[in-house]
C-alpha cells in the first residue's frame, strides 16, 4: 500500500504552493490539500491510509451487508421507499435527498442502525489500561462485582457479540420482542431503546469514531437514491448453491463478507 501511495504523495510534494492554490482552485482533492498542510511525506502516508481503510472500506462493507439484507426482505424495501416517496418522490421526478432529509427519515435510520447492529464494521476492538483501574462489572459469582485491571492490561472486546447478545434485549413474548439475531428494523420504530454502550458500531467515549455522522449521512443518501431508481431487489445464492444464506463473515481489522452477496436490482 505504501510503494502504491508513494508516486501520488512525491507529485503533490513536487508542486509549489501557487502551483497547490491553482490545482484546489479547479478541483479540490484531498491530497493536495494534504501537500498544502504538510511536507512530511509520512504523515500525508497516514492521512491517506486512514481515509481508504476508515473512511472508505468500512462505509462500503456496510452498505453492502445493507443491500443483501434488504434484498432477503421485500416487505422492508417497500416500507422503506414508501417514505422515500412521500418525501421525495421517485424515479426521474424525485429530488436529491438533503442532509435535514436524511435526518428526518426516521425508517431509513432504522435501517441502518439495524445493519450497523447486526454487522458492526469493527467486530472487534482493543483498549489498554493506561494506569491501573476498574471495570464496574464483570467480576464475581454473579457478574456484578468490579473487575481490576493493571496498568498495560490489553482489553479485547467483541462488539459483534455484544449487540446480537439476547441478554441486552426484550424477553421472548415481550412487547418489544424481536429475534437479536435477525435483522428486523421494526425494533426500533417503537419505543424500544438500547441501553447506553450495548450499541456503539462507532465505539464511544472521547474516541468515538470522528466519521460517524459523514458515513451515516453517505450511506442513507446512497440507499436514498438507489431505491428511487429501483423499485424491488431481489436476493441470489451464491455460485454453486441453489438457496439464499446467511452471509457469512470474515472478521480482519475490519468486517467482511466471506461469501458472495449476491443481487438483483429491478
Not at 74 to 83: D, F, G, K, T, Y
Not at 116 to 139: C, Q
Request: contains cysteine; proline residues 9%.
Amino acid at each position: 500500500m505504501n510503494d502504491f501511495m508513494a508516486p501520488f504523495i512525491q507529485r503533490a510534494l513536487s508542486l509549489s504552493p501557487e502551483e497547490l492554490d491553482k490545482s484546489l482552485s479547479k478541483q479540490e482533492t484531498f491530497i493536495h490539500a494534504l501537500a498544502r498542510f504538510t511536507r512530511d511525506p509520512k504523515v500525508i502516508r497516514d492521512q491517506l491510509t486512514a481515509i481508504l481503510l476508515a473512511g472508505r472500506d468500512t462505509t462500503a462493507t456496510t452498505l453492502a451487508f445493507c443491500f443483501f439484507e434488504l434484498a432477503r426482505n421485500p416487505s422492508v424495501v417497500a416500507a422503506l421507499r414508501s417514505e422515500i416517496a412521500s418525501r421525495l418522490g421517485l424515479g426521474p421526478s424525485g429530488r436529491k435527498p438533503t442532509y435535514t432529509d436524511l435526518k428526518d427519515m426516521k425508517y431509513l435510520t432504522a435501517v441502518l442502525n439495524e445493519t450497523n447492529r447486526l454487522y458492526p464494521v469493527v467486530p472487534f476492538n482493543v483498549r489498554y489500561a493506561l494506569k491501573d483501574t476498574t471495570l464496574p462489572r464483570g467480576g464475581g459469582a454473579d457478574g456484578n462485582g468490579p473487575v481490576g485491571i493493571r496498568a498495560n492490561t490489553r482489553m479485547i472486546y467483541s462488539t459483534m457479540m455484544m449487540q446480537r447478545d439476547p441478554a441486552h434485549y426484550p424477553l421472548p413474548g415481550s412487547k418489544n420482542y424481536f429475534d437479536p439475531g435477525k435483522w428486523v428494523p421494526e425494533r426500533w420504530m417503537g419505543d424500544w431503546v438500547p441501553k447506553p454502550w450495548h450499541f456503539i458500531p462507532f465505539n464511544g467515549g472521547p474516541r468515538i469514531c470522528l466519521g460517524q455522522q459523514f458515513a451515516m449521512i453517505e450511506m442513507g443518501y446512497t440507499v436514498v437514491r438507489i431505491l428511487q431508481v429501483y423499485e424491488s431487489l431481489r436476493a441470489m445464492p451464491p455460485a454453486g448453491k441453489d438457496k439464499v444464506e446467511d452471509p457469512m463473515l470474515r472478521f480482519k481489522i475490519t468486517l467482511n463478507p466471506g461469501s458472495e452477496l449476491n443481487c438483483v436490482f429491478e
